[in-house]
């Protein structure tokens, strides 16, 4: 999988999951953040986006806080997480 499909793939699940209104997939800037200044998510979008990564993905969070706003950070740490945890080559 190419890495463009991926992050593509998760701006869409974003905007599904989160039911977001006025934001569409293309609006959604690959290393902009997802939180505070960028997206404006909040910590309830988190969880929320959490559970739809683990449905679609099969990728699971640790406890660890400081690991996931990492994770979290933007689309493109996303997908590097998700990569990486299943396996993927990202090309």
């Known amino acids: 999988m190419k890495r463009t499909e991926l992050e593509s793939e998760i701006k869409e699940l974003i905007v599904s999951a989160l039911d977001l209104e006025d934001v569409t997939a293309t609006d959604i800037v690959t290393d ?45 740490t996303l997908a590097e997480y998700i990569a990486k945890t299943n396996g993927m080559n990202l090309e």
């Open 32 to 76: 902009a953040p997802l939180f505070g200044e960028g997206l404006g998510l909040d910590s309830i979008d988190a969880l929320e986006l959490g559970m739809a990564i683990k449905k679609r993905y099969g990728v699971t969070f640790s406890a660890d806080k400081e690991a996931n706003k990492a994770y979290f950070k933007s689309v493109a």
